[in-house]
């Protein structure tokens, strides 16, 4: 696996994200200062997904050499990978984010919307100006996203279960007999030597060939897994930003989603380099100290 290419295309795509945030954050202004017109903002939203496009089709090549490690990128920090839900953000995320961002106003206005006292369809609710057939649009997708992430989420279920059932429980217990054979037929093997005379053996034979071969099969269904939670990413910010909103409301939810994901990256790699800063003196220190010092 070359780690290399892919911690190079992730830090390019982290390139391009902080390119976009620009980009979208000065056609936000132009629109707010009534600069920018609707074909203008279509454009920039058009460009902002054709790179999301982009992205996913070369990871998707990429996954194929190794889904797993796009599922849990080594290349992101522990708290990016807690988030992750299959190599990403949830679908459902995205729609989250466009409550969020539409302010205080727009929870009081869905109250009086379902409750029948309120406004009429057509007119605008919260910061963003959600009308409330855009929002019984977004609600139905809302249930629908969810309906697909709780599918591919039974199906990640599934492979790992499938992994541990069939061949590697029977492959540990294959591991477990042979280690007890090698303590019966030779007294004098230490424990500590066990490991290493199992994997001299297993590679001799077919045991390794078969873990090698139930190891490829399992990355290469999280790839699958990974592709489809990538279409689905796809679809529904496409619905989002090209069918519902207006490209105004759009270019906002865009600059919030990269704003969310590079403040998320950006905070986590300061904890852990802050971490590390505090241990480095105590390492030093333990390492200097004399030999017959109280700990």
Not at 190 to 210: F, M, N, V, W
């Amino acid at each position: 696996m070359d780690m290399a290419r892919y911690v190079a295309f992730h830090q390019q795509w982290i390139a391009g994200q902080q390119a976009g945030l620009g980009e979208l954050a000065e056609a936000a202004a132009n629109a707010a200062a009534g600069r920018a017109t609707d074909a203008e903002l279509k454009t920039v939203v058009e460009r902002c997904m054709r790179g999301y496009q982009e992205y996913a089709a070369s990871r998707r090549a990429m996954a194929r050499e190794n889904g797993a490690a796009f599922v849990a990128p080594p290349w992101c920090t522990a708290f990016e990978n807690s988030v992750l839900w299959l190599g990403g953000c949830r679908p459902s995320l995205a729609i989250r984010l466009l409550y969020s961002i539409s302010g205080e106003g727009l929870e009081e206005d869905i109250e009086e919307f379902v409750s029948g006292r309120g406004r009429g369809l057509a007119e605008e609710m919260g910061l963003i100006g959600i009308t409330a057939t855009q929002l019984q649009q977004i609600n139905d997708l809302h249930r629908c996203t969810l309906r697909d992430e709780g599918y591919l989420t039974e199906r990640l279920a599934s492979l790992q279960e499938n992994i541990a059932d069939r061949p590697l429980l029977p492959i540990v217990r294959e591991h477990a007999v042979a280690a007890t054979a090698l303590v019966g037929q030779d007294r004098s093997v230490k424990r500590d030597d066990i490991p290493g005379r199992l994997a001299a053996a297993e590679s001799s034979g077919g045991l390794a060939a078969e873990v090698d071969a139930a190891m490829e099969s399992y990355s290469a269904g999280l790839a699958r897994l990974l592709e489809e939670a990538d279409e689905l990413r796809m679809s529904t910010a496409r619905a989002l930003a090209t069918e519902i909103l207006t490209p105004r409301q759009a270019v906002e939810m865009l600059m919030a989603a990269k704003q969310l994901h590079l403040a998320v990256r950006d905070w986590s790699r300061r904890k852990e380099e802050g971490a590390q800063n505090a241990r480095l003196p105590r390492a030093a220190a333990a390492t200097t100290a004399p030999s017959g010092s109280n700990p």
